[in-house]
């Protein structure tokens, strides 16, 4: 499987409208092609329909300078996303290539944005920072990591990219990795893994945590796995292996 057809599984599977994950020209997804290139969905492109022709490769250097232009305007945003390509008569490349960018930088292998039904209606409301107060299940664990992050809203755009690359940077610091779930307010989601695969099983098991912190908010006041459970999952043996199968597809 080459490196687009990866990511062209991705993008169908987060733009299937069943899942209520991304409709129209929502959501995007990116994948390193290698220490200064990414490939990313075009502008506007719909996810489910994607194609090989709606999937950009970018040089990330153009992109990433562009955050520390504090002169920056959306012609600008305009005019070096289309300079990043590698095919100069490729589509443009998302508005959200500024986010990819910052993510594939700080050492992932693949991202993807949605916006999820499931947890859009949360980040839409007064609850969403219950979002990362914890887990309320071991699976979410496994997949999504004891942490997640949340950022305020922002405008989408050169704005957000620059938010998010700081506070990953925070995040980095205290917990030692990135991590696996980003939480936009009002906005959506933003899944981060090694690789295409692991970006839907996050995204996936985002929608799920969302799901049922919907219900248990419902029906009263969530209760969240105390730490000493988190810790225990995050470093049992059995957990460990299988996280490998699931890498396996297994």
Same mark, same amino acid.
């Not at 299940?137 to 990591?145: S, T, Y």
């Given at each position: ?15 299937? &409208? ?18 200064? %290139? ?54 443009? &490349? ?36 219950y979002l990362v107060r914890g887990a309320l299940f071991p ?26 690359? %700081?506070?990953?940077?925070e995040f980095t610091r205290l917990h030692g990795q990135l ?6 307010? @009002? ?24 799901k049922i912190l919907t219900a248990a908010l419902a029906v ?14 995050? @470093? ?15």
């Amino acid at each position: 499987m080459t490196d687009i057809d990866a990511l062209l599984e991705l993008a169908h599977a987060a733009g299937e &409208p069943r899942r209520g994950l991304a409709i129209l020209g929502e959501g995007n997804v990116s994948a390193r092609t290698g220490e200064a %290139r990414m490939l990313v969905k075009a502008s506007g492109s719909n996810l489910g329909a994607s194609t090989p022709a709606d999937i950009v490769e970018c040089e990330l250097a153009p992109i990433l300078a562009l955050l520390d232009d504090d002169g920056a305007d959306d012609e600008a945003v305009g005019r070096v996303l289309l300079k990043s390509r590698v095919d100069q008569a490729a589509k443009r &490349p998302s508005v959200e290539a500024m986010l990819h960018a910052v993510v594939i930088d700080a050492g992932a292998g693949a991202a993807c944005h949605t916006h999820p039904e499931s947890a859009n209606g949360i980040l839409c409301s007064s609850k969403a920072d219950y979002l990362v107060r914890g887990a309320l299940f071991p699976d979410q664990i496994v997949v999504l990591g004891q942490r997640g992050l949340l950022i305020p809203y922002v405008d989408p755009g050169l704005e957000l990219a620059r938010t998010v690359r %700081r506070e990953l940077a925070e995040f980095t610091r205290l917990h030692g990795q990135l991590p696996k779930i980003v939480y936009m307010q @009002n906005h959506g989601i933003f899944a981060i893994g090694e690789d295409p695969a692991e970006c839907l099983r996050i995204t996936e098991m985002a929608d799920k945590f969302a799901k049922i912190l919907t219900a248990a908010l419902a029906v009263g006041e969530p209760r969240f796995l105390p730490e000493s459970v988190l810790d225990r999952i995050e @470093n049992r043996d059995d957990e460990h292996y299988r996280r490998r199968m699931l890498k396996e597809g297994r």
